[in-house]
C-alpha cells in the first residue's frame, strides 16, 4: 500500500463546476499535510496547507479527517485556470520535515 | 527574491557516463532536499541536507548516486554509470528551517535527465 494515495484521474469538469478530491495516507504519526498544485512539466508549488479545523482559500477549501486519516480538497466555481494535477502531501511523521507525495490527482477543466 | 535554481534545466546522456546536477537554494534557507519523479509518478524522495550535512541517505535508490552540499548553499547530485532507468525530473527544494514540520517547501524548476 502506498502512504499516500489518490485516484489519478482526471477529472474534466465544465467551468463553473464544483470538484473534490479526496486522499488517504497511512502513517497516523504524520503530522502535516498540504496541497500543491503541479502544472503541465513544472516544478510543484504549495496550494495550501490542511489544518485539522479546515480552512479555506477562496474558492478552495482543504478539510482534514484524522480519524480516517484522509484529506480533501475542494474547488468551487471551476476556472480553466485550476487545470493541473493536485497534490496530496504528507508530513512523515519523524523527527524532521520529511514530505510524502502523493501521484497527483489530474483535473481537467473545460470549457 | 530568487527563488531556488537548478542546472542544466535539460542533460541528455549516453548510458554509463556520469552527470552532474546543480541545486541553488533560496538565500538563508538551512535545509535542501531532492526529489526525483518520473514520468506519470508522483515525487520520490532522495536526500535531504540541514545545513551540509545528509542525516538520512536511505532515500537515494543506489551506491551510484550521491549528493553533498557545500557552505550551506549550493548542492550537487550525482549520479554515476548512469542506466536508462534514472531518466527522470529531478527536483530540489528548499526550505528555512528543518526542525518545524510545517516549514514550506519551495521548489526549482528540476532538470530533465534523459538517459539514453
Known amino acids: 500500500r502506498k502512504e499516500v494515495e489518490q485516484d489519478p484521474g482526471p477529472f474534466n469538469v465544465p467551468e463553473g463546476a464544483t470538484v473534490a478530491f479526496n486522499c488517504t495516507y497511512s502513517n497516523s504519526a504524520s503530522q502535516s499535510f498540504f496541497w500543491y498544485r503541479q502544472d503541465c512539466r513544472k516544478e510543484p508549488k504549495l496550494l495550501m496547507s490542511?489544518?485539522?479545523s479546515g480552512n479555506e482559500d477562496g474558492r478552495f477549501t482543504a478539510q482534514l479527517n484524522r480519524a480516517s486519516q484522509y484529506i480533501s480538497l475542494l474547488i468551487r466555481d471551476s476556472k480553466l485556470s485550476d487545470s493541473a494535477t493536485y497534490l496530496c502531501?504528507?508530513?512523515?511523521?519523524?523527527?524532521?520535515?520529511?514530505?510524502?507525495f502523493g501521484g497527483g490527482t489530474r483535473l481537467m477543466v473545460k470549457p | 527574491g530568487a527563488g531556488v535554481s537548478q542546472s542544466p534545466s535539460n542533460k541528455v546522456t549516453e548510458k554509463g557516463k556520469d552527470v552532474e546536477l546543480r541545486c541553488d537554494p533560496i538565500?538563508?534557507?538551512?535545509?535542501l532536499y531532492w526529489y526525483r519523479q518520473s514520468l506519470g509518478q508522483g515525487l520520490e524522495f532522495l536526500i535531504y541536507?540541514?545545513?551540509?550535512?545528509?542525516?538520512?541517505k536511505s532515500g537515494l535508490p543506489s551506491d551510484r548516486f550521491s549528493a553533498e552540499r557545500t557552505g550551506g548553499s549550493v548542492s550537487t547530485l550525482t549520479i554515476q554509470r548512469t542506466q536508462q532507468e534514472d531518466s527522470a525530473v529531478y527536483l530540489c527544494?528548499?526550505?528555512?528551517?528543518?526542525?518545524?514540520?510545517?516549514?514550506?517547501?519551495?521548489f526549482g524548476p528540476g532538470t530533465r535527465l534523459t538517459v539514453l
Open positions: 527544494a528548499s526550505s528555512l528551517y528543518r526542525a518545524l514540520t510545517t516549514d514550506t517547501q519551495y
Open positions: 502531501v504528507v508530513n512523515g511523521g519523524n523527527a524532521g520535515n520529511m514530505l510524502t
Open positions: 490542511v489544518y485539522s
Open positions: 541536507f540541514q545545513g551540509n550535512s545528509a542525516p538520512d
Open positions: 538565500s538563508g534557507h538551512t535545509a
